[in-house]
């Protein structure tokens, strides 16, 4: 790390998204649903939710999170208010108990869970192997769509979250969590150009997924993370290519294991790529 830069790393996830406080298992969320004591968020789109969803979830498809005029203007995640209206929409203050699930993979949960974390919401946790768990146990699913009373969110986005094209040689490791094709410039996933950030490590996000849950178990992850030399000591960045699903799939698995030095850039490949002067690297 250079000199006069820690600053910019120092300002990360608060303890209370860290760890055991990540994931809740179905179990724990039968039971807590059943006592009324959590909302629950179905991060698929609207044509899966309607399809079959948790009894008693509302539908926030995860990519309507997206804000590329925000990524571009501060380098944060979302305009606060923005998404703090999509939340109270459904019935969500910033002090509910929240789950997010999607259909297993955990991209579609990750995202609602960093935005959420970004507003300052403490109290968020995801479905550990989502809906695809939850129907494998045979739990019951419903199509009913329910009408929340309408909420107020009050948000408090916290400092140290934004990450802009000019900031990223700050890291000690910049990750692109794509794959093999985007990262070699086969594929460009719909951005200007393919191929990826100079100086990033290639480590495609289902390198750390679970089958039947939402991550592979601790000791595999940290010895495919060992193996690519991305160790907890490291200021990281990682990128995708909008900033939403696979950046924070691996955020949220990082953070699972204790590493609290990471953060996601929002912008990601499509904003680096946007501008044709930036360096291209394939």
């Not at 608060?14 to 724990?28: E, F, M, N, S």
């Not at 909420?151 to 490791?173: E, F, I, M, R, S």
């Amino acid at each position: 790390m250079r000199n006069g830069l820690l600053a910019f790393f120092l300002l990360t996830l608060p303890p209370a998204a860290a760890g055991a406080d990540l994931l809740i298992g179905t179990g724990q969320l039968a039971a807590a649903l059943a006592a009324g004591q959590v909302r629950l968020i179905d991060a698929e789109n609207a044509e899966n939710y309607r399809r079959a969803h948790i009894p008693g979830a509302v539908n926030l498809y995860f990519m309507e999170l997206e804000d590329s005029e925000e990524n571009l203007k501060t380098g944060r995640p979302v305009f606060p208010q923005l998404a703090a209206s999509r939340f109270g929409a459904l019935g969500i203050a910033r002090d509910s108990e929240v789950v997010v699930y999607d259909n297993g993979d955990g991209r579609g949960a990750s995202a609602v869970w960093y935005i959420l974390r970004f507003l300052g919401h403490e109290r968020v946790r995801i479905l550990d192997g989502g809906f695809r768990k939850w129907l494998q146990e045979q739990r019951p699913v419903g199509q009913d769509t329910p009408r929340p009373v309408k909420t107020t969110y009050l948000p408090q986005p916290g400092d140290g979250w934004a990450v802009k094209p000019d900031t990223l040689a700050q890291a000690d490791v910049l990750v692109d969590a794509r794959s093999i094709a985007e990262f070699s410039g086969k594929e460009n996933g719909g951005a200007r150009s393919g191929g990826h950030v100079p100086g990033a490590r290639s480590f495609p996000w289902d390198r750390l997924a679970g089958d039947v849950a939402t991550f592979k178990e601790a000791a595999p992850m940290q010895r495919a993370l060992r193996q690519a030399g991305i160790t907890p000591d490291q200021a990281i960045v990682v990128y995708c290519n909008g900033g939403l699903g696979r950046s924070t799939h691996l955020l949220a698995a990082l953070t699972l294991l204790g590493y609290d030095r990471v953060k996601v850039y929002p912008g990601s490949w499509i904003e680096w790529a946007s501008d044709p002067a930036r360096p291209v690297a394939r």
